[in-house]
């Protein structure tokens, strides 16, 4: 069965921090590039960060550069994001997925369940 699990959202205030997780399991996690997409209420789901199978590539939406940071570890199978600096605008829910390295969330076979992330202003 296949899972992606993520964890690590929350309330916190503009300025702060959170680290999410996505725990895979149930395929080969290695064999795929994974991304972290967020949506918020009433918009469209939107890239926010992917990372190739080996992690030697990443790519950003322009408004987390620099504050935010993929990785994963395929020993793990488990995919994060580091999310510093966090501004109210960044409230969304959000979620993982596997797939080809795209920024479009079509093409990518498996999703998570999301997780809630919210920055007080």
């Known amino acids: 069965q296949v899972q992606l699990v993520e964890s690590g959202g929350g309330l916190v205030q503009a300025g702060g921090s959170l680290r999410l997780s996505c725990a895979a399991s149930?395929?080969?996690?290695?064999?795929?590039?994974m991304s972290w997409f967020r949506q918020a209420p009433g918009k469209e789901r939107e890239f926010v960060a992917r990372?190739?199978?080996?992690?030697?590539?990443?790519d950003y939406l322009d408004s987390v550069k620099g504050r935010f940071t993929i990785s994963r570890d395929n020993a793990k199978n488990t995919v994060y994001l580091q999310m510093n600096s966090l501004k109210p605008e960044d409230t969304a829910d959000y979620y993982c997925?596997?797939?080809?390295?795209?920024?479009?969330?079509?093409?990518?076979?498996?999703w998570g369940q999301g997780t809630q992330v919210t920055v007080s202003s």
């Open positions: 997925a596997a797939g080809p390295y795209s920024v479009t969330p079509s093409g990518y076979v498996y």
């Open positions: 149930g395929f080969t996690f290695s064999s795929y590039a």
């Open positions: 990372i190739t199978t080996n992690g030697g590539l990443t």
